[in-house]
DNA sequence: TCGAGTAAGTGTTAATATAGCACTAAGTAT
DNA sequence: ATACTTAGTGCTATATTAACACTTACTCGA
C-alpha cells in the first residue's frame, strides 16, 4: 500500500517497432521466456525503472537500446492499454509506442532476438493484449501516412522517389500516380536530392534525403 | 517492492474538461485543498481503484462522476504525461483524457467545485504539470476540430447552424464564410434537423441536432 | 400597416487543386 | 543500332474551394 492507499497497478512500456519488408509492414515480435505468457510472441517492452528513467519516453528508448542495440528513427506515444489485460494477468498499465525504423537498421544492429510479422496476417500466439496494440498502431501509421512524411522514417538515408513512392504505397494499401506523387512530395519541401544517383539499371535515379521535419499535408 | 523489484510509479488519471463560454474555449480546474501543490488549480483526477475500474477509461469516467456529478457528451485518452512532473512531487504517471461538454450540462450539475478558465489566458499557479496537459489538449481539440464533427459536443442537444458555425469558429479561430460551412456540414450527413424551430429574434432559425457517428473530413 | 433592420438561408462563379494519362529522357541488353 | 526498362515531366478535364451576392422571414418602431 501506498500514501493513497490503493495498490499500485505495474506500469510497463511497450513498443511496436514497425518497418517495411518486401513491400509490407512487419512487426517485431519475440518468444517470451518467462512466466506470465510463456512461449507466447511479444512486442518489446519493460518495467519503468524510475531511479533511471526520466518518463516513459526514456524508459521505452532504454528498453528498445538494450533489446535491438539502437535508437529507432521515429517514435511516438501511441496510447495506454490497461486493466486486466488477458483475464489471467493482474491489473496492469501498459505504455504504447510505435517505433519506425528502415530494415536496413535491423539487419546492420541484428541481435537476433526478434523475428518479423506481417501486421496483415499476424500469428495466432500473441501475448497479453498485443494483438489489440499491434492493430492500433497500424492503423495510427497508415492515417497518419497519408497526410504526412512519417514514411520517410521506414527508408535508409538515401532513397529514390521510386522507392518513397513504393514505401507509400506499401503503407497506404493504395496505388499512387507517379507525377502527382512527385509534385505532391515536392511541395513538402523536406525531401531534397543529395546530388548522387543510383548506380545499376536503367537511368540512373537521383537519390534524395529527408530533412528531419516532420511534415503535415492535407492528404496524398 | 513487487515481483518486477522496481519500485511503482503512482498511476492517476487526469481530465482536461473543456467546455465553451462566451465564444472561448475553457477548462474547468480546481483548487487543491491538499497536499502536494496545497492551494494551486489542478485539473480533475484521481487514483485508479484497480478492484473497481476495469480499466482507465472507467477510471476517468467515475473520478469525474464523483466529482462533477456527470458524463461528459465526449472523452478520449490524450497521451501519458510522467516522470517526476514537477521538480518536487515523486515520479509518477498520469493518463490524460480530453473531455467536452457543453456548458448548459454543466451549469445543470453544477457541483460548484469548478471554475472555469479561458485556455488562452491560464492563471499561473497551476498544479504539477497541468499547465503542460492542457495545452496539448486544445492543441489535439484544435487539429482535430478542422477535419472533424468534434465541436459538436459542446453545444446542447438541438442547435442552430449559426450557432454551430459559432462554435468552430470559437475552436479552430478563425471566421467562415456561412454557405461554405453549411455546405460541409450538410456533406458530413450526421447534423440533421430536429423539424423544430428557434424562436425570438428575425427569421427562426431551424434547430438541428448531431447524430452520434463522429465524422471526418478532409478539412474544414 | 408599412418600411427599415437583422439574422437565416441559397445561388453563382472564378480560382485552385486533383486525377488521369501521355509523353520525353537516359540508361541496359542483344 | 534497336528494343526494352525505368526515371522523370507536361497537359487537361474534372472536382473542390473561396468569395461574394443575393433572397427569405421575421421583429421593431413610426
Redesign the interface.
Known sequence: M?V?E??????TVDAALLTLRGERLHVALHRRENIPEQGKLALPGG?????E??????AVLRVLQQKTGFIPRYIE?L??????RDNRWD?S?S?AYIALVPLADLEAAGKGVFHFYDVDDLPVDLAFDHRRIIAAAVERVRNKSAYSTLPCALLPEQFTLTQLQKTYEAVLQVKLDKANFRRRIDAMGCVIPTGEFQSGMQRPAKFYRFENVMVFN??L
Open positions: 501506498n493513497f490503493y495498490p499500485l497497478p505495474v506500469t518495467v519503468i525503472h524510475i531511479d528513467d526520466v518518463d516513459t519516453d526514456a506515444q496510447r495506454v492499454f490497461s486493466g486486466k491489473w498499465v505504455v492535407k492528404a
